[in-house]
């Protein structure tokens, strides 16, 4: 770069600390969805601008993480990570909807997938009752009612799910009760 060019601050995205965490709060509604026949667990979170996705999956999924321009992610506790990949036009499967987002690489715990303002954006006017977990909107020309699971934090897994999730290194912490 030249010295006399300006130099270009690159994007600022925040992710909330449940989002990044995979915890709910009262801005998130957890979803079950897929990618590519996989099962994801889908947050979408209203204060989060960007839609993200974890970085192990990537590869294990198959997609093709492109290099993008830096992206600043505040994360819950105000620091500053720098990402430089994004996943574009990724299919996502949601109660038999299926929606075409970019999702930005990120290590998040918990959630597979966070879709944020950006895609709920995109979407137009939207209902949302955070009372019941739902959410409509018109889609396609269709009147869409999503329904947020309200026991997806709390739910056993199998010992191929265990596997697989060690397999991709989606594994922090492992408890046995």
């Known amino acids: 770069m030249p010295k006399d060019s300006p130099q270009t601050n690159p994007p600022q995205a925040q992710i ?3 989002a990044l965490s995979g915890h709910l709060d009262l801005e998130t509604l957890c979803l079950e969805g897929q990618i590519s026949n996989q099962t ?3 947050l979408i979170n209203g204060g989060s601008t960007h839609n993200f996705m974890q970085e192990c999956l990537v590869k294990h999924l198959g997609l093709m993480a492109q290099p993008t321009q830096s992206l600043k992610v505040m994360v819950g506790n105000s620091n500053e990570v720098d ?3 994004l996943c574009p036009g990724v299919m996502v499967h949601v109660q038999e909807r299926v929606f075409t987002v970019d999702l930005h690489v990120l290590p998040l715990c918990g959630a597979d997938i ?3 303002v950006q895609w709920l954006k995109s979407l137009g006017p939207v209902l949302t009752d955070y009372n019941y977990l739902t959410m409509k909107f018109i889609h396609e020309g269709k009147f869409i009612e999503q329904n947020g699971d ?3 934090g709390m739910r056993s897994i199998t010992l191929p799910q ?3 999730m060690i397999r991709t290194n989606s594994v922090s912490d492992y408890f046995h009760i």
Request: charged share 10%; net charge neutral; proline share 0%.
């Open 114 to 116: 966070v879709l944020s």
């Open 40 to 42: 994801m667990i889908i």
């Open 83 to 85: 990402y430089h990949y």
């Open 16 to 18: 909330s600390f449940y």
């Open 162 to 164: 265990l596997r697989s």
């Open 150 to 152: 309200t026991d997806m």
